[in-house]
């Protein structure tokens, strides 16, 4: 079951982060979504995740996430990841420098079932 909830992450990352694709969110996500980011204290339902990453991709149009390492135990999964884009549109009051960026984090995914929460 482990190798399988990597993959359904995996697509997350390919599927919704680095296409932008938030269609398919539903797909991934239970209706019931909490997201805890500290970073991001206002992202908390599926529809504000879903604008967040649309306005990830308006701001680095070139936005893209990597997986480094993966651990999983039970129904977690805890991802290390780096995201990388070119700065191209205002951000934090911060306007476009047009300079490569690069963030690094951890996500904890809790899994119901084959669907995912943060």
């Keep these: 079951m482990t190798s399988e909830k990597e993959k359904i992450l995996q697509q997350v990352v390919e599927e919704i982060w680095n296409t932008g694709n938030v269609e398919l969110v539903d797909k991934f996500y239970v209706p019931n979504f909490v997201n805890h980011d500290p970073a991001n204290p206002d992202v908390k ?7 967040w990453v649309l306005f990830n991709h308006k701001v680095f149009p070139d936005f893209h996430v990597t997986i480094e390492d993966i651990i999983a135990q039970d129904n977690k999964i ?5 995201a990388t884009g070119t700065h191209k549109a205002e951000m934090m009051g911060i306007p476009p420098t047009n300079r490569q960026v ?4 951890v996500a904890i995914y809790r ?3 084959l669907f995912c929460g943060l």
């Design 45 to 51: 339902t599926l529809e504000q995740f879903r604008e």
């Design 78 to 82: 805890v991802k290390r990841w780096t």
């Design 102 to 105: 690069t963030i690094r984090g």
């Design 111 to 113: 899994f119901e079932g």
